[in-house]
């Protein structure tokens, strides 16, 4: 894959997305029956939610995968999935690790710098959770495994709104996909209301933009090598401070 193609697909991935949420938007704001497409709404913001970081994590670990580079000269978590599957049969082995077993995994934990980081993976395949899991429920905490698996900085304005996504994207999701009411929350006050699913939405695509440009960015300047770790943690603040402001101007701001 080359740059401009991750670029595109990344790109082109989101748009489309953008798009579909925006129709549905405009249906809602003109329609009589807008409690109904508001619901729909906040399941399509839910599929997109779910559906955009599990494609473009794919990607990223696609793209990195095709440029064939020794693993000693990649970040500490493309380390840790190529040393996924082995340590995952040591820990759950029907029987204790016997040193043997312990010798063998630091064997091969040693020789492992060498080789080229490969991965199998099919970024079109949405069956396919054998490394960018989900468990078709994306919350907050599987957020941030995804993040720390392709080396994208979890940071504190996603963090400090882990409660409102649980509340407000993944409950809410989850009781109007079984056919239940809205449920109550005592600590984040949300009507199924069109200003209400309106701050969801620009949340959660905010929160879907920082990852994309995060993602297009460290692939620009290869943020995935080791090498560039210093560049990598000055660009995570600065985006940090711009994703709080970003957040907070829509929380502030009257819909």
């Known amino acids: 894959m080359r740059e401009e193609q991750f670029e595109s697909y990344l790109q082109d991935d989101l748009s489309w997305r953008k798009k579909e949420i925006s129709d549905l938007l405009l249906l809602a704001q003109g329609s009589e029956q807008q409690e109904i497409l508001l619901k729909s709404l906040i399941l399509v913001l839910y599929s997109h ?33 190529h040393l996924k599957n082995l340590s995952k049969a040591c820990i759950e082995g029907q029987e204790s690790l016997s040193l043997a077993k312990e010798i063998d995994f630091i064997t091969r934990y040693n020789s492992v710098e060498n080789k080229k980081f490969k991965v199998s993976i099919n970024p079109d395949n949405d069956r396919e959770d054998c490394i960018v899991e989900t468990g078709h429920n994306l919350s907050p905490k599987v957020l941030k495994n995804i993040f720390n698996l392709i080396g994208l900085k979890y940071c504190e304005p996603i963090a400090a709104r882990e409660q409102y996504l649980n509340s407000n994207l993944l409950n809410n999701r989850n009781a109007i996909g079984h056919g239940s009411k809205i449920p109550e929350d005592s600590y984040h006050e949300f009507d199924l209301v069109l200003n209400d699913v309106i701050k969801l939405k620009e949340i959660i695509i905010t929160i879907l933009n920082y990852y994309q440009e995060s993602l297009l960015y460290y692939q620009e300047n290869k943020l995935y090598l080791e090498e560039n770790l210093e560049l990598k943690n000055t660009y995570n603040d600065e985006k940090t401070l711009i994703l709080k402001r970003k957040l907070e101007d829509i929380e502030t701001r009257e819909v």
């Not at 970081?53 to 840790?80: H, R």
């Open 49 to 81: 939610w779910e559906g955009y970081v599990k494609k473009g994590s794919k990607l990223y670990l696609k793209y990195v995968s095709e440029k064939k580079i020794k693993i000693k000269d990649l970040t500490v978590n493309f380390k840790g999935i």
